[in-house]
């Protein structure tokens, strides 16, 4: 684990949160921020000792919220909330999702407007760093609370968890990591289930994901356009200028850059008046992708910046004041995951049509997919279906799930943003599309191995050779599912070569 990340004092970026969540940086707090985590809490032990009757604080929730309780009651009310509300269903979260929810909330809690005590957000900080993961069932989320409760639970020691590479009681990590389990007490229950961490830590993780796979998608775009004899005119910087977007000059400037020096293409000029737009619109149709990603991105640090409690305690000890509102409504990040989700679809979609064409020797001028003897091999045949297939199932996923409305609480949550499920099948999107772009990557390399390396431009030539590390040239048919799992790990391991 590399050195650790500060949050509080300057904003807060996705990029530190996909750090911390995939295990590469520790995360502390600055000094200010746990002044202010304090401050929030003095506020609400103000609040209760007053009498002031405040939704969350000293009432039921939801549809209860007329309900005042007595002060004896209000630790057992957040108890109870965590218990009642940790009622997720199916598959679990994997270790880096849940560990994005836990950056998330800690987020959220750092501008002291939550009203949780820094004992408790101590203990969050201690799971992630100690690496002391919840076990959270994926589904049941409309935008908040279950994912949450679960993870409350855990700090309770109730619930199981991850820890020193085994599932086992929470209790027991606690345990055997020096820590004794928290007893929630006013509004705490609830602020550790409110706001909007669960899609805003797992739409952090996206965007790291979509950023590499937008730059992976150029470099195996680019191997297929200069193995099928494209015509680099199609990018020609000042054509591409007079489209004012900046993931188009962004995506034409790499294309240029990786294809530049290719003799392959120098030689090819003319061979066509001009390509499919499977390869001539690169720019054009990346770059849109690249434009969607950078408006997701503004929209989840806009959140991941933001107090999303209810309610917020705000002002000082000495002139408070607690306000009921809606800022756990995340509609902002479920439009931006749904966003997302389309350019990604896009993306694969683009990547499967230029695929297509490297296995089609009527278009290609290459071997039947692309093995010196086809017949006897059937070569990278299905693994175009493959592509196809996935292609398909990321145009369902690419559903909006924010357009889904339902009503929970007794008409109380008459609007739900369902941001959380647009998160998690934009993950399931992502990993598809990690799939398809690895599989352009396969038969680019192998239709560049029929031209000769030494026509091959310096860019794609570097990407080849990665791939070549652990991949081999195709002669004859071979086991084809394993080398395409390897293609995803560089992919995953690798930075894409410019």
Known sequence: MSAAIEWGDQPLRWQDVARVARGNASLTLSASTWARIAQGREIVNLIVASGYVAYGVNTGLGALCNISLAEEQLSQLSRNTL????CGVGPLLDEAQTRAIMCAAIANYSHGKSGISPAIVEQLLTFLNQRITPQVPSQGSVGYLSHMAHIGLALMGVGDVSWQGQVVPAQQALAQAGLEPISPGAKEGLSLVNGTPCMTGLACLALDDAQRLLDWADVTGAMSFEALRGQIVAFDAEILALKASPGIQHCGARLRQLLADSPLLAESVGVRTQDALSLRSMPQVHGACRDQFDHARTQVETELNACTDNPL???TPDNWRVVSQANPHGESVAMACDLLAI???ELGSMSERRLDRLVNPLVSGLPAFLVAKPGVN??????QYVAASLCGENKQLAQPAVLDNFVTSALQEDHLSLGTGSALKLHRLIA?????????YLLAAQALHFHGEQKLAQGTRHSLALLRETVAPWEEDRWLAPEITKAVATLKNHQPGF
């Open 83 to 86: 218990l009642s509300h940790a």
């Open 313 to 315: 305690v705000l002002g």
């Open 343 to 345: 350019a990604m679809a």
């Open 378 to 383: 059937s070569g990278m045949m299905i693994a």
């Open 432 to 440: 598809n599309l990690y799939h398809i772009i690895s599989i352009e």
